[in-house]
């Protein structure tokens, strides 16, 4: 995902370079380079054109790899019981249930959830004194990645 986000945004910056502005989205910037490629009065220069040939091209094998690596995930999480039985929480879909499995196992480890909130670092850090309870915010140790995506799709539950 990382590499195809930087493809993006460097045809992006060399269309903007060329006064084309695209959005950032990664279909609109498909069908623009095919408008553009296609429309031979642009202005482009040749060789700029076999570059963005290129770089249309490495766009396509990226979306590929990172079509085929999904399709490897889903069937991951409809091979495994537990990742079937994560998916039935509402929010948790093939990723995040890999990924969790991945992460913690089977959570025997674990005596109640919240000491895998912990290890995950989604509980708030703790700063009480004189029976006043002061809660800050997340501690950010433990697993980044896990943390990203619960976070990012708890705004998907609500």
């Known amino acids: 995902m990382h590499q195809r986000t930087a493809k993006v945004n460097q045809i992006r910056g060399l269309l903007a370079e060329y006064g084309t502005v695209v959005s950032r989205r990664i279909d609109v910037l498909e069908h623009a ?3 553009i490629l296609e429309d031979a009065g642009k202005g482009l220069t040749a060789d700029f054109r076999v570059l963005l040939e290129g770089l249309q091209q490495d766009l396509a094998t990226l979306n590929g790899r990172v079509d085929d690596l999904d399709k490897t995930i889903k069937s991951l999480a409809t091979s495994h019981t537990d990742a079937k039985r994560l998916q ?5 879909g093939p990723i995040i249930a890999t990924a969790l499995i991945c992460a913690i196992g089977d959570g025997k480890q ?5 000491d895998m909130a912990a290890r995950l670092g989604l509980t708030p850090r703790q700063h009480s004194s004189g029976g006043k309870d002061r809660l800050l915010g997340i501690s950010k140790h433990g697993d980044a990645y896990l943390r990203t995506l619960l976070i990012r799709n708890e705004h998907k539950l609500i």
């Open 33 to 35: 380079l095919l408008l």
């Open 88 to 92: 039935q929480i509402p929010g948790i």
């Open 110 to 114: 674990f005596k109640r959830g919240r």
